[in-house]
């Protein structure tokens, strides 16, 4: 499946269910910080150990992908075009390791 597909399938659920498919019909601020929750409980999940299955870790990242994906769909933002651009972006793109916090290597 596609992204584009993937997102059709996603905003013809959202429609059926009655989440919004237009700007009109969603609160922009709610659904970020919806979004914002679901990567907290993926992050709640992990840190419990508790991956799999109902409200684990990766089931977390699944909602995180489809809220995610909705935004995007009702606001006509195109996600594959923007990753795929922000991925030729940072081809060259350098980070100050120094100053930042994350674990990383140094390929």
């Known amino acids: 499946m596609t992204v584009k597909e993937l997102s059709d399938l996603i905003m013809k659920q959202a429609e059926e269910k ?37 409200d684990g870790f990766k089931e977390e990242l699944g909602d995180v992908l489809m809220r995610l994906m909705h935004l995007a769909g ?9 990753v795929l651009k922000k991925i030729n972006y940072n081809k060259d793109r350098l980070w100050d390791w120094e ?9």
């Not at 100053?99 to 390929?107: A, C, R, T, V």
């Open 74 to 82: 009702v606001m006509g933002v195109d996600l594959e075009l923007e």
């Open 99 to 107: 100053k930042m916090n994350e674990n990383h290597s140094k390929i």
């Open 18 to 54: 009655g989440f919004g498919v237009r700007p009109a019909e969603i609160n922009v601020s709610e659904k970020i910080a919806l979004i914002h929750s679901e990567v907290s409980e993926a992050f709640e999940a992990y840190s419990h150990q508790n991956i799999d299955g109902k």
